[in-house]
């Protein structure tokens, strides 16, 4: 059992995908807060460094790495860097995504198909299976990857491919989540709701969804922060949560509860 006092993620090292914006920028600065050692990787460059800046100025350590994740040389060689420069992995947060067009399934492009599929679902694997043979010699790791409330329910919002995608990354939790019990390691899923950043704003612009309907998507009656993401993610890459594994845990105001 794990101990209670300390910050939540100290001595840890942890990687964050989606690491230049909103849920993945948030990730980075609460799990440094936390006290963990951090590889920031996302395609986005100039983003990725901007985050670093964040994390180092505010005392916490960190190296961005430009990462595609649906590239496997470059997702390998992100976890790479990850025991070349700190020793060791011991969390993942898979959070990179994209919502894509927000169009009817009939109208939908099968570039668009494959491109979300690629970034939210295969990305997660790739990063999933480079990680998880670390984390397998070590015998021990901590997994979180991001899905959505569309990972557990049907949106409809003409975003049949990134449910698909969200969908799979639940199921591809679980299934490692078994597969990977027996050498210490979890994996598990966050479910934001609707949280205020550059996909939500994507998909407002796109006339899907308006402000006040994404607010309404919540019980709580407002949009979820990115840091309250982060949180949630952090306390599951952590030993607090050292029993709890094959979760796909919704983190949306109530959004699925009904
Ligand atoms: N914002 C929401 O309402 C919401 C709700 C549910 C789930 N999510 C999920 O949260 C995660 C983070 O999204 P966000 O809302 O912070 O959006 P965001 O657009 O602010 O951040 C997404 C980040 O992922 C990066 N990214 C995209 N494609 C990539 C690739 N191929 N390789 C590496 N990085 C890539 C982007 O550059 C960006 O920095 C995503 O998985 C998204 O699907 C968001």
Not at 37 to 60: I, S, Y
Not at 175 to 202: M, S
Request: with cysteine; net charge negative; charged share 15%.
């Amino acid at each position: 059992m794990s101990g209670t006092a300390g910050p939540l993620l100290e001595g840890k090292t942890a990687i964050i995908t989606g690491a230049a914006a909103g849920i993945g920028r948030a990730a980075a600065q609460v799990f440094a807060a936390h006290g963990a050692r951090l590889v920031l990787a996302d395609v986005d460059a100039r983003g990725g460094e901007d985050t670093l800046v964040l994390v180092e100025q505010a005392g916490g350590k960190a190296v961005f790495v430009e990462t595609d994740v649906t590239v496997t040389d470059q997702v390998d060689a992100m976890v790479e860097t990850a025991v070349r420069t700190f020793g060791r992995l011991d969390c993942a947060f898979n959070n990179a995504g994209t919502d894509g067009d927000s169009v009817p399934l009939a109208q939908s492009t099968d570039s668009n198909w494959q491109h979300v599929i690629d970034v939210n679902l295969t990305g997660t694997y790739l990063c999933m299976r480079a990680e998880l043979r670390v984390m397998s010699a070590q015998q021990a790791g901590s997994v979180v990857n991001t899905s959505s409330i569309a990972g557990l329910v049907g949106v409809n919002m003409g975003l049949s491919a990134y449910t698909a995608a969200k969908h799979g990354v639940v199921g591809l939790s679980k299934a490692a989540a078994l597969e990977y019990a027996h050498k210490n390691i979890r994996v598990n899923a966050v479910c934001p709701g609707a949280v205020r950043t550059d996909l939500l704003d994507h998909v407002i612009r796109s006339g899907a969804l308006t402000e006040e309907a994404a607010r309404g998507l919540q019980p709580l009656d407002r949009l979820g922060a990115p840091p309250e993401i982060a949180q949630a993610a952090a306390w599951l890459c952590s030993d607090q949560a050292s029993f709890v594994t094959g979760v796909a845990m919704p983190v949306d105001g109530g959004a699925t509860c009904g």
